[in-house]
């Protein structure tokens, strides 16, 4: 059985600095593309980031480019994305998914519970 689950969420202010960390098991973790999603209350859910199984390729979407670094360890099964520069814009709840393709939104089957990011202005 897959387990995601994310860790590092919180209160910054805006400007500020966040790190998201997603620790996974129940698949052969170096086989799989990861991914960051978020939702913010009203809205639908956003593919912010996602990385291939080497750490290799990576994407990001516009809004977040240039901000938001995703990186893994295949050593320790981890995904992290590191948020730099954050705006109230980027409050949300982000979720760690596991899927195929590091590119496609829609091949990302598996999800953790969510962290909750706050940024304040």
């Known amino acids: 059985q897959v387990q995601l689950v994310e860790s590092g969420g919180g209160l910054v202010q805006a400007g500020g600095s966040l790190r998201l960390s997603c620790a996974a098991s129940?698949?052969?973790?170096?086989?799989?593309?990861m991914g960051w999603f978020r939702q913010a209350p009203g809205k639908e859910r956003e593919f912010v980031a996602g990385?291939?199984?080497?750490?290799?390729?990576?994407y990001y979407s516009d809004s977040v480019k240039g901000r938001f670094t995703i990186s893994r360890d295949n050593a320790k099964n981890t995904v992290s994305l590191q948020m730099n520069s954050l705006k109230p814009e980027d409050t949300a709840v982000y979720y760690c998914a596991q899927g195929s393709r590091y590119s496609d939104y829609s091949a990302y089957d598996y999800w953790g519970q969510g962290t909750q990011v706050t940024v304040s202005s």
């Open positions: 990385i291939n199984w080497s750490g290799a390729y990576t």
């Open positions: 129940g698949r052969t973790f170096r086989n799989t593309a």
